[in-house]
């Protein structure tokens, strides 16, 4: 479905995007994780085929940006960082023009719009102007927006950024249900669970770069072990009681405001912690996530 | 392949003919109208309608001259009328192509979702001068019609025409204006358009007096300016007094505005699109 080589973005000297290669297969749920900045949404815009290529190659649906984006973007769903729905019309109104920007006739887009309102759960909104809709169900409208002309491949930018944990839980439900029924998505975000949640596979981008790629579980069986101890100590003691644990796990995190031991085991870890007469305020042993396997690649965390 | 930035020569596939890319923005530019055309109507006919009223109707009721200085028109009313429409015509042009354009790029970010489906910036400058020049034709027919009983006009068909060369002097506004707004950051520059193009283009231009009174220098001034072509055209077609070679060349130039206004048009938001 995507197939980049070398593929780079800039913007006069400043380079987002500084040579990566991905490749997307059909049906497969794809997340590009990174923390703002790390060039996913200047990546996403060039496989939008709306932002021209700065140098490399990059084929979508078999076919070039450059030479057949109207032809792409036909069978594109964009769904962007940013809301871009038409706050002056209805809810009905904002899925059925666009429809007709892609030259579906009008009873077709009436029925699709119709369709589309139902699933995402808005259908008693329909006639509501848009500016009256919560963030969670401009974000669902917006979704359903991108799916009007039935796309072979979906984009997602950032989708549940900004919204509660029950908006986002309700969306990721749909997008289950849209990789269930065959939809290729192409995810970028920088909250962890949610690439871990909703993708079959995933590269961790940072500045402009990739630094690794795989499923969820082999990104953390590779670079992080299986448990993390987390120790909470009184403020600004944690870089120098860091040594004195250091022994007991593989790798020791300082975080501001904790320490993280990596083991396997990490139960054990807290117990020969209490055993050397420390005593942290609180302690945590938890599974490895994707932001130890981004903490380790990169140094930093994902909210940096 | 190893860059590919520049833009392809030949045309893109599935990109969308002339016609067809502004027929899909149809429904979308149909709903604005019915939205919008509420307002529309006492910015395009009842303003005007107070000017001709007082301006052409009361003021010039104590005008008396010789026909002779008022470029053959046999009141001060049908002197001013042909030039009232055609600067409104302007007026109209400008105001639907500034803050529109604006709003469609930096506040409701419209053309960024258009520019998501196969729509390209061409099209969507096409379907967006398209409707503009809908709302000028619109607001000048119901403009001339209503002023037709005045007796003003000298034949059937000049008004006819001269519509059609306001609907032409407000294209080439339109497109130009739409290239100006497409390169603005902030919407200060509109106060600028205004005040210092849109103003005094209304006001010497011809519209309210023989350009001649301004004295020689100024009067070649103000025939470079392009509302002077449209003035001077609805002016020569209402009070049947054409000039054919001078009709030319008032609605070649205003032709050519249109295409170099259109092309910058495009550039512009071309430019301003990519991101």
Same mark, same amino acid.
């Given at each position: 479905m995507i197939s980049a080589r070398g593929l780079r973005k800039s913007f006069g000297d400043f380079e987002a995007v500084k040579g990566i290669d991905v490749e997307v297969r059909r049906g497969e749920a794809f997340g590009f994780l +990174?923390? /703002?900045? *790390? +060039?996913k949404s200047s990546t996403m815009r060039m496989i939008a085929s709306v932002s021209p290529v700065s140098s490399g190659e990059l084929r979508i649906l078999g076919m070039d940006p450059a030479t057949d984006g109207p032809a792409i973007r036909g069978r594109l769903g964009v769904c962007p960082q940013e809301d871009t729905l038409d /706050?002056? #019309?209805?809810v009905f109104d904002n899925l059925y023009i666009y429809g007709r920007y892609f030259g579906i006739d009008r009873a077709t887009c009436r029925d699709r719009a119709h369709e589309l309102l139902e699933f995402a759960q808005i259908t008693d909104k *329909? $006639? *509501? $102007?848009?500016?009256? #809709?919560s963030g969670g169900m401009k974000r669902r409208l917006t979704i359903a927006r991108s799916l009007i002309n039935s796309p072979d491949l979906l984009l997602l930018d950032e989708p549940t950024t900004g919204l509660d944990p029950q908006a986002r839980h309700v969306l990721w439900d749909q997008l289950f249900r849209l990789k269930q029924a065959g939809v290729t998505l192409v995810i970028t975000t920088h909250y962890m669970d949610e690439a871990e949640q909703l993708c079959d596979r995933l590269v961790v981008m940072d500045k402009g770069l990739i630094a690794a790629e795989g499923s969820p579980r082999e990104l953390i069986d590779a670079h992080s072990t299986r448990e993390v101890a987390e120790l909470r100590f009184g403020v600004g003691e944690h870089e120098a009681l860091a040594e004195k644990v250091e022994? #007991? +796990?593989e790798r020791v995190e300082v975080l501001p405001d904790r320490l993280l031991v990596y083991s396997d085991k990490g139960e054990e870890v807290v117990t020969a912690v209490l055993e050397r007469g420390l005593q942290p305020i609180a302690t945590l042993v938890r599974r490895s996530t994707l932001e130890d396997v981004f903490l380790r690649l990169t140094g930093r965390s994902l909210a940096d | 392949m190893a860059i590919t930035a520049a833009r392809p020569a030949t045309r893109p596939t599935g990109s969308l003919s002339v016609r067809e890319g502004i027929t899909r923005q149809y429904d979308y530019w149909l709903t604005v109208y019915k939205r919008t055309w509420r307002g529309g109507v006492a910015n395009s006919f009842v303003t005007p309608l107070f000017y001709v009223l007082a301006m052409g109707v009361l003021l010039g009721g104590f005008i008396d001259v010789d026909p002779d200085r008022l470029e053959g028109a046999t009141s001060y009313l049908a002197f001013i009328v042909p030039g009232l429409v055609a600067a409104h015509a302007m007026t109209i042009a400008v105001s639907e192509t500034t803050y529109p354009v604006m709003g469609a790029i930096k506040w409701h970010k419209t053309f960024f979702a258009q520019l998501?489906?196969? %729509?390209a910036v061409r099209d969507l400058v096409n379907a967006f001068l398209c409707f503009v020049v809908f709302r000028i034709a619109s607001a000048c027919a119901v403009f001339m019609l209503v002023l037709a009983p005045f007796g003003v006009f000298e034949t059937w068909w000049g008004p006819i025409l001269a519509w059609v060369s306001q609907v032409l002097v407000g294209s080439a506004f339109a497109t130009l204006a739409f290239g100006y707004s497409a390169r %603005?950051?902030?919407?200060?520059g509109f106060g600028l358009l205004f005040r210092l193009g849109v103003l005094p283009l209304t006001l010497f231009s011809g519209a309210f007096f023989p350009i001649a009174n301004l004295g020689p220098v100024l009067e070649w001034v103000a025939r470079l300016t392009p509302l002077w072509h449209g003035v001077s055209l609805s002016r020569m077609l209402c009070l049947d007094t054409v000039d054919w070679s001078l009709a030319a060349l008032n609605a070649g130039i205003l032709v050519v505005l249109c295409l170099v206004g259109w092309r910058w048009a495009v550039t512009g938001l071309d430019k301003r699109l990519e991101v």
């Open positions: +990174g923390p /703002n900045g *790390a +060039g /706050n002056e #019309l209805s *329909a $006639k *509501a $102007k848009v500016e009256n #809709l022994d #007991l +796990g | 998501a489906t196969p %729509l %603005l950051r902030s919407e200060e």
